[in-house]
């Protein structure tokens, strides 16, 4: 088994995003949760790798407004994607 994948998702939808990792199987995926900011203030790069593993493969990012400051990330996190969603509730949809 390879590096996990980390997604990393609001609060408010872990419980959903958890459920739906379980289902696959085994430890291949990981998924942890930043606070609900609700764009105020907008996430940093600085908040998101103390919640991740370090051995992840690549960060998986879900999210709407709190993800608009999140366009260049440094160097030293894994590599990494934004799924900014129209809405957040499109990640339950």
Known sequence: ???PLCILCCANFQAELTAAAALEG?????VAAFPA????????WDELPPLTA???S???VLGRACLK??????????SRR?????QCFHLVA
């Open 69 to 78: 400051d999140l366009a260049t990330a440094p160097a030293p996190l894994p």
């Open 37 to 44: 900011q609700c764009d105020r203030p907008p996430l940093g």
């Open 82 to 86: 934004l799924l900014v969603q129209e």
């Open 58 to 60: 690549e960060m998986l």
């Open 54 to 56: 370090p051995d992840c």
């Open 26 to 30: 085994g430890d291949e995926v990981r």
């Open 1 to 3: 088994m390879g590096a």
